[in-house]
Every structure is written in C-alpha cells, then in structure tokens.
C-alpha cells in the first residue's frame, strides 16, 4: 500500500480520509444549500470535490466540473470567459445531441456575456436535462462545483456579475421550481469578502462555509494498513504522526510515506521499535527529513508555497509577520516530554481571532487556525520551521532601519539613541507610505516622531534663549552709549561755559572721547567674531555628526561652508582652523556618495546606464521608469505599465529601453526624434506572471525575459516569441547574454542558475546545458564577465560565487566564492575591464572585489 503525496486522490483511495465536511457538503447539497469550501492550499478540497462528486453521481444526479484555472486569466474577455463557462457546461452535461449550440450562440447577440449565461441555464440547461424522480422521491439533480475560484480574483476584468449571477439562481426557486434541482459548491483559497469586490452591491453572503479541518486521530484508521505493513507499532507511531502533523492532509500523508521509505531502506523492510520509543523515532525522523534544511527537502512543494504566500505581497509580509510573530511570542514553549498535551492545550496568552485582511490571510496560507476564539500555530512542523528566528530574518530584509529597530527592542524599547531623526526618519516614513507594517514598526515609528519632536522644540527653546541673551547685550550696549552721549553732552555744556579758561582741559577731554570710541570700537568687532567662531564651531560639528551617520555628501556641504566662514574672517582663529580643516578632510576623502537622484515615490528596484553613459534609468515599484542625466538632472518619467517596475535595459546602441514588470508584459521605449520624447514602442506578452528580468543580446535584436511563471522566454526584437524555456518548477529573478550572444544565463529561486547554448540555426533548437549547482538559498542576480570566460551569481545565501569556463567542453565550474556580506546578496555586476566585481546586499552595503577574490572597499548606505 502506497501514500500518495500532492494532487487528488481517486474517489475509491484506500487511504482516502473521511472527515466531517465529507458528510456536511453531501448532506447540505443533497437539502439544496449552496455551499463553499474557502481554505489553504493541500487541505485536501479537491479530494473532498471528487468524492462528493462521485457519491452523488452513483445516486443518479448530474455533476459538473468547472476548473476556473482552465478558462484562462491572461488576455482573456469577459465574452470569452462566459462563452468557455456555457460551453463547459454543455458539453459535460452532453446536450450537442439536442442542441445546436452555434445557432444558439448567434442567436443571443446584442445581449451581455452573463445575460447569455443566465438564459442558457433558464432556456436549454434546465429544461433539457430530465427531472425524473429518484428512488427518494426527489428530483434529479444538476450540482455545478467550482474549483480554484482564486484564480478569478486574477482576471482583468471585474467578477462581481459572476457571483451575483450564481446568487441570482438561488432567488428564482420560489419563482421557479426548476432551479431548485440546482446547486453550487465553490472550492478556493480566497474568503467569501474577495469575491464581490464591488462595495455598493450585496456581498456574497450566501450558502454554508464547509469547514475543512485537518484528519483527527480516529478519522485517520485508513491510513493504519500501509503503517502495519513497514512498523511494529503502528497504531503508536500514527498517533505521533497526527501530533506532528496536526492531521494537515498533505503533510500526514507525506509523513506516512516517508515512514514507508524508511522502512523499505532496511533489510528487512520492515522497522522494529521498541516500546516506548516511538514518540523519539517519530521526532527524529521529521526533524532530519522535513524539518531541516526544510528549502531543498520540500518536494513535492509545500512550506515553500506557504513561505512566497506570507512574503509575496512586499506591501503586506510586514503585516503577516508581525501578526505571526505576535502568535509566537503568545504560545508558551513546550517542556520535554510534554509536547502533545501542551499543543493541544490553548496557551493563556493566545492571539485572539478577528475578521481582519491579516488574519485572514494568515489561515488561507495554512499556517495557523482558529481555535476556541483564538488563532493557534496549525503544528508543531510549522512552529519549527517558520520560527522566531526565520520571521526576524524576514523582517530584517524587509526593514531598512532593521538595526537601530533590533537594538531599541533589544533594549526594552527605552534606549532613544535608537530612534530615527531627520532625514533618517523623513526617508523611513516616505518607504512606510502605502504598506501596511507591524505593530511594533509603528510603534517604533511613533517612538521616533515623538523623539524628532522633543529635540526640535529644544533646539528651538535654545535658539530662543540664545536670541533673548543676545537681545539683551545689544540694549546693554545701546544704554551704554546713551549714557555716554549724556555724558559727552555734559562735558561739552561745560566746555563752552568754560571756553576761554579751560581750552587745554578742552582738548585732554576730547582726546579721552576719542579713546573710548576706538575701544567700544574695538569690542564689536571682537563680539562679531565671537560669534563668526560659534557659527563655525556649529558647522563643524554638524559635519562631524553627519559623517558618523554616514550622510557624507551632506558633511561635505557643511565642511565647505565653515570653510568659507573661516576664510571671511580678517584674522584666522588658529585653534579652529585646524578643526575646519580637519572636518574638511575627512568629509572630501571618506565621501563615497557622488550624487544622489530624488523623484520616485517607492523603492527603486533596478537601475541601467546608457552604453555612451549619458543616461542613467530607473525601474521603481511605484509602476514608473525615470530618465536621468548623470548630473542627477530628470528628463522623462515613462509611464504605461500596471504594476511595479522590477528590471530596466538599455539595447547597445542606447536607441531603445526594455522594461519588464510585475504586470507580466516587457515595454520597449523609443526616443521620437520629432519631440524628443520617449513613448511606448512595442508591449511583449506572453508570461502569466511578474517579469523580474530583461536582458538585450549583444547585437540587440533579441531580448530575453525571465518571469515568475517559472519560464525564460526569447524574443525577436519586433515582438515574435523565438523560444521559451519551461519545464521548471521555481521562479526565474533575472536573465543575461554571454557577449557573443551565443548563452543564456538565467537565475532561478531553486539555487541554482539555468543555462542554454544557441544552435546554428536559432534559438529554435536551443540545447539546455546543466545548471550550475553551489548556492543554498534562491539565486538573486546573474552576469557574464565581458570576455564571458566568468560568469558571476548572486544569492540568498550571503555569497557571490564565480564560474570559470572549461576551455575543454565550454562548461562552467565554480571557481571562487566571495565571502563578506551578513545578508542574502540581490545583485552583481563587473566592470568594464573585467578585473572588478560589485555586489549590492539587504545589509545596506556594497562591496568592491578584486577578480581573484580579494575584497577591496565596502561601501555604506
């Protein structure tokens, strides 16, 4: 007996499991409910769809089977997509023979797609279908099950008619009995809210949720025979595999035939254990072949799926996250010996459930479920591999500000040297726009304005007291000199009272006069340059404090600008000019930063250079590309594309920019010599997913894009698709041209990097050459050196590693692999000789490397 793991099972499955929604879908269909199966992907719905489908066709009923995935979601009108439903239905329910359905179809022209839906059911559907009594005394009938109804969220079209249609046929029972005989079962990974999005209609709040929940241990007896037959307890070691599994169909199952394998391994082939240590076995047997290195272990794919559902959506996984984490910081750790009883038993500090988007998408990934009230970790494998640990590395490469975040909560959230400032905190709040983070983000966030806040108004408060003092020595200064004009008038009264006997006494007071202005004199001019020396001392250290914070283009303009104070002064201050010069020095040769470009409103993804280096593109995920001059000078921003911006390239002669986008198209713009703008020139499409790679040949006219539809496709440069590689199972993240155009490099999500070689007659009959092998995590970034003797790959993983060609059989080999940076590693490039390697990593830092490994320079953001 053999477990089958991943897919459907057959409806007469030995180890089929039934579980209460099997008799809650029949029982509830059969008494005319709509209902709807909504829940995380191998939780065992379309075995559930089959079985059900299967009972109610031995009892006479008409089933139909609509795969939503099958009616297309890309190009796709919504004629188009009512027509595949309505000719679905006619060629399952076999009504050719008493039909003609072209004549029909022409016949409905002029009205809507779901009009034309409405009446096939009402006019040809229902009446043509018998209605003959079963042995129940019960009409026969027409049961329509819809699979994957995610997949219609896709669509680029709204939906909403669909599921006001399907509503619609449950109201006209009392108007029409035929629609009594009919009935609907929804099976998806979506919530009932996705499916009328449409706010000013009626929600889609119809039928019963069947709740599907993994198998309990008295469900799962069939499943014992397969066990009997490779262990000697298997009633025990059963009972340990629902508590590792929490009964999650896909993972018991596996489980189970891992178990088997196992057991076949032996000599006997059977495995004898001894009382008592089943609970031990059990453990040690999925911590080694599920739990770790959980990445390359998970086949068929399973964590994984539940890995790129929390982190696909850049603007949601910090909210994911953060909900999860709170999750795992709730459940108290379990004590030796004690696992079952302490999973089972709700923890005292448990998530409370809610209706929110978060949690909501939290249960359709699979890896929690709602519990007495509460949100509970669906299984010890999950709280295993998906643990504190992997969710702070997570936030870590989603946070730019994960450091100085880490140490405030490292601190116990009091230690306000932590917290953001100025343009630190103005560049952290512009990134936050339109994502939704964790509650501890914009606590720290909060924590950060409030801080900004108080330190600007005490600056403020210092500025006006400084202003107040200055105001008073200013009058002090002003009641000096009256005093002393009413004391020069004074004199003077006297001396003219006194002219003829006193001229000597005369001249000795004017030359006393003449001695006290030069002095006042002298003493305003040292007061303004007491003060030209603060204003200096002021600059030099802002640029000081700014070149700690590693803002270095902002310390140089303040080194400069104490300089030229300094200069204005008529005598050097000779213990501060060595201070300005200082400041200066270290602000001039410690600079990294040449320029810095403003003007997208989201993360910028990509960047490319013009082959005559006069332009400079940028790819944001704000759907925009924005042309620059070297100066920083923007040009053009190219707007068209649907979704984020994710790769840019320039064709060799500079004359044309490729794009690639999250909206699954590649744009080509071209400059219009009449008005010097550059407008949309051709849109590929093809992949039905994001495109994160685009690369020219070296001759431009063809272009290679990769996607995360798991395939690389080659294009002519008007358009027409030459090749495309398909077959694999992972994402492709970028795509590169060796410099004779001859190979294909393409980076793939498995860890490894695909190549392809160019046969003499075209990319037609492209030979596929084996992947190169070596990175553990995904491959981010791919690039050939320009001899195209070297090819570099970037990785999760934290390395960079390079392959030399074999002058033999022109294969590559891992030559070196570069080690430096404390996060996965998203990008590479060479310099133009060859002998230079860039990387740029989520650690906020690039690195210089010499060709042969040696690390030179690393520059910080």
């Known amino acids: 007996m053999r477990y089958q793991v991943g897919g459907s099972l057959h409806s007469d499955d030995p180890t089929y499991v039934t579980r ?28 559930l769809l089959q079985r059900t489908s299967y009972r109610l ?39 050719a023979s ?53 997949s219609l969220l896709s ?150 799926t539940i890995r790129d559902r929390l982190l696909f959506d850049e603007q949601q996984a910090g909210r994911l996250l953060g909900v999860y984490q709170q999750m795992l910081q709730a459940e108290e750790p379990l004590e030796p010996g004690r696992g079952e009883e302490e999973f089972s038993r709700l923890p005292l500090r448990s998530v409370p459930s809610d209706d929110s988007r978060e949690q909501t998408q939290l249960l359709l990934s699979g890896l929690v479920e709602r519990h007495n009230g509460y949100l509970k970790i ?69 924590a950060s304005v409030e801080c900004d806040r108080r330190e600007m108004q005490m600056a403020l408060e210092a500025a006006r007291v400084l202003e107040v003092e200055a105001r008073l020595e200013q009058e002090k200064k002003t009641a000096k000199a009256i005093e002393a004009r009413l004391a020069q008038e004074k004199r003077t009264a006297l001396l003219q009272r006194y002219l003829l006997v006193a001229v000597s006494i005369g001249l000795l007071v004017s030359s006393s006069l003449g001695i006290g202005t030069f002095i006042l004199y002298q003493q305003t001019r040292k ?64 600079a990294d930063e040449y320029n810095r470009f403003w003007g997208h409103t989201a993360a910028v993804m990509a960047v490319d250079v013009s082959p005559d280096s006069s332009l400079i593109a940028s790819a944001s995920i704000d759907k925009t590309i924005k042309l620059w001059r070297r100066d920083g000078t923007a040009i053009a921003t190219l707007k068209g594309h649907q979704g984020a911006v994710r790769s840019v390239a320039f064709s060799p002669d500079g004359r044309i920019l490729a794009s690639a986008s999250e909206d699954g198209t590649i744009k080509l713009w071209q400059r219009d010599p ?16 994001s495109v994160w790679g685009v690369a020219f040949s070296s001759d431009g006219q063809t272009i290679a894009s990769a996607s995360w539809d798991t395939t690389v496709r080659v294009w002519k440069r008007d358009g027409q698709l030459l090749k495309t590689f398909q077959g694999y199972t992972k994402a492709f993240r970028e795509v590169a041209f060796s410099p004779d155009s001859q190979t294909i490099a393409a980076a793939s999500l498995d860890g490894t990097i695909k190549l392809w070689r160019r046969d003499t007659s075209g990319w037609q009959n492209a030979k596929t050459l084996r992947p190169l092998q070596g990175h553990t995590s995904w491959v981010f970034s791919v690039v050939f050196s320009p001899d195209g003797q070297t090819i570099a790959s970037a990785g999760e993983d934290t390395t960079v590693k390079l392959w030399q060609r074999d002058s033999t059989d022109g294969s ?46 690393t520059l910080r953001l």
Not at 22 to 46: A, I
Not at 68 to 80: A, F, H, K, N, V
């Open 527 to 590: 007061s303004e340059t007491i003060a030209k020396n603060s204003e200096i001392r002021a600059l030099v250290s802002s640029s000081v404090g700014l070149f700690a914070s590693n803002r270095r283009l902002d310390a140089l303009v303040e080194a400069i600008k104490a300089k030229k104070r300094l200069q204005k002064l008529d005598k050097s201050n000779t213990n501060l000019a060595p201070q300005v010069e200082n400041a200066l020095q270290q602000a001039v040769y410690g």
């Open 155 to 304: 669509l680029n079209f709204p939906i909403n008619d669909f599921f006001a249609w399907i509503r619609q046929c449950y109201n006209l029972r009392p108007h029409n009995s035929n629609f009594e005989r009919l009935g609907f079962a929804l099976f998806g990974v979506a919530s009932p809210s996705d499916l009328i999005a449409d706010k000013r209609r009626t929600p889609f709040n119809l039928g019963k949720a069947i709740e599907l929940q993994g198998f309990e241990l008295h469900e799962a007896t069939p499943l014992l025979p397969g066990l009997k037959q490779v262990v000697s307890q298997p009633q025990a070691i059963l009972q340990k595999v629902i508590y590792w599994t929490g009964g999650q169909p896909f993972l018991t199952q596996k489980l189970c035939d891992l178990i088997t394998e196992v057991a076949f391994e032996t000599t006997t082939g059977k495995i004898t254990l001894p009382p008592g240590t089943e609970a031990l076995w059990v453990e040690q047997l999925v911590k080694t072949r599920i739990i770790q290195n959980w990445q390359s272990q998970d086949e068929p794919e399973h964590l994984r």
């Open 812 to 857: 590559y080999r891992l030559h070196k692999t570069l080690k430096g940076h404390s996060a996965g590693v998203s990008g590479v490039a060479f310099s133009p000789d060859g002998r230079t390697i860039a990387s740029a990593s989520l650690d906020k830092t690039m690195k210089l490397w010499d060709i042969d490994g040696t690390e030179l320079r």
């Open 57 to 95: 066709k031995s009892e006479g009923h008409s089933c139909v089977y609509l795969d939503m995935t099958r009616l297309g979601i890309e190009d796709t009108t919504p004629e188009q997509w009512y027509k595949g439903i309505i000719i679905s239905l006619f060629y399952s329910l076999k009504l």
């Open 674 to 689: 009449k008005d010097a703008l550059w407008r949309i020139s051709r849109t590929f499409k093809g992949h039905t997913a």
């Open 20 to 47: 209460q929604a099997d008799e809650q879908l029949y029982v509830s269909l059969k008494t005319g409910k709509f209902c709807y199966v909504f829940n995380s992907r191998q939780m065992g719905k379309s075995s």
């Open 98 to 150: 008493q039909i003609d359905f072209q004549r029909w179809w022409e016949m409905q022209a002029g009205i809507s797609s779901v009009q034309k839906l409405q009446l096939f059911v009402e006019d040809i559907l229902l009446p043509n279908l018998k209605s003959d009594s079963l042995r129940d005394g019960k009409a026969k009938g027409i049961f329509i099950f819809i699979d994957e109804i995610d």
């Open 378 to 446: 669906k299984n010890p494998i999950y709280r295993n591999v998906f643990n504190s640990q992997w969710v702070l590395r997570q936030l870590d490469n989603l946070r730019p500000y994960s450091q100085t975040f880490n140490a405030w909560v490292a601190s116990g959230y009091k230690d306000e040297s932590r917290l953001l400032r100025r343009q630190a905190l103005k560049d952290t709040q512009n990134w936050s726009q339109g994502k939704s983070l964790s509650d501890l983000d914009y606590q720290f966030l909060a």
